[in-house]
């Protein structure tokens, strides 16, 4: 079953210091790796995408890697602030063969809390 | 929100009852997407829309339906709520053709948070 899994579940961290967060997916045939940010009461945020021949991507602080030989990706967050908390979701695209849309299998988040 | 909106934002409705919530988009987007999301799961696919007329079911479309008449509005309707369906419901737009494997980027409305008692 094609799945996607976020460790840790929650993270609590002060303001100024780093994190990472793991996401593990199976999803077969696999297209791109997306990582979204999800601020309380509202939708997700796309914060970065690559596709398979990818291993980096930055966008600002926010730094995600790419092993997709061991099926894992992380994002690292540098100089955390406090409008950082929020949820992280790692989605992981099957490739849909019909040409139509890939289908996004979501992981269930990784919630992080900024503590001044 | 990439001029997504979704409407009502709010909804309490007694099982039963029939529901539509409405998603309107400004970009002329082809694709449009409806998603549930619930405690200890992730973000799951109801239906969507690769063009006006053409929709298509996603993983957990039992009990609801789709209708999209026009390129920038795609409504959700449930047409007897029961309590399952209490949950938040994100509307999404691809900003691509939605080729396989093409690194579109989605973009998600800010959600209607539905209760059915």
């Known amino acids: 079953k094609n799945q996607v899994e976020q460790s840790p579940q929650s993270l609590i961290i002060l303001e100024g210091k780093n994190c990472t967060l793991q996401?593990?997916?199976?999803?077969?045939?696999?297209?791109?790796l997306r990582w979204y940010k999800q601020d309380t009461g509202r939708g997700p945020v796309s914060l970065t995408i690559?596709?398979?021949?990818?291993n980096t991507k930055s966008n600002g602080r926010y730094t995600a890697t790419l092993d997709a030989d061991t099926k894992q990706s992380s994002l690292h967050i540098t100089a955390s602030q406090l409008s950082d908390s929020a949820s992280y979701i790692c989605?992981?695209?099957?490739?849909?063969?019909?040409?139509?849309?890939?289908?996004?299998?979501f992981g269930q988040g990784t919630t992080l809390q900024v503590k001044p | 929100d990439a001029g997504i909106t979704q409407s009502p934002r709010h909804k309490v409705t007694e099982t039963g009852t029939p529901v539509t919530l409405r998603c309107h988009q400004t970009?002329?987007?082809?694709?449009m997407y409806w998603y549930r999301q619930d405690p200890g799961h992730g973000l799951r696919l109801i239906h969507y829309?690769?063009?006006?007329?053409?929709?298509d079911k996603g993983e957990v479309s039992d009990g609801y339906s789709v209708s999209r008449s026009k390129t920038e509005d795609f409504l959700l309707t449930l047409e007897s709520a029961t309590s399952s369906q209490t949950s938040v419901y994100f509307c999404?737009?691809?900003?691509?053709?939605?080729?396989?494997?093409?690194?579109?980027?989605?973009?998600f409305g800010p959600g209607t948070r539905l209760t059915v008692t």
């Open positions: 989605v992981a695209t099957e490739t849909s063969g019909s040409g139509n849309t890939g289908k996004l299998i």
């Open positions: 996401c593990n997916y199976t999803v077969s045939p696999f297209s791109n």
């Open positions: 690559m596709t398979f021949s990818e």
């Open positions: 970009e002329n987007h082809r694709y």
């Open positions: 829309s690769y063009g006006v007329k053409d929709t």
């Open positions: 999404a737009i691809t900003s691509g053709t939605g080729l396989a494997g093409g690194a579109y980027e989605q973009y």
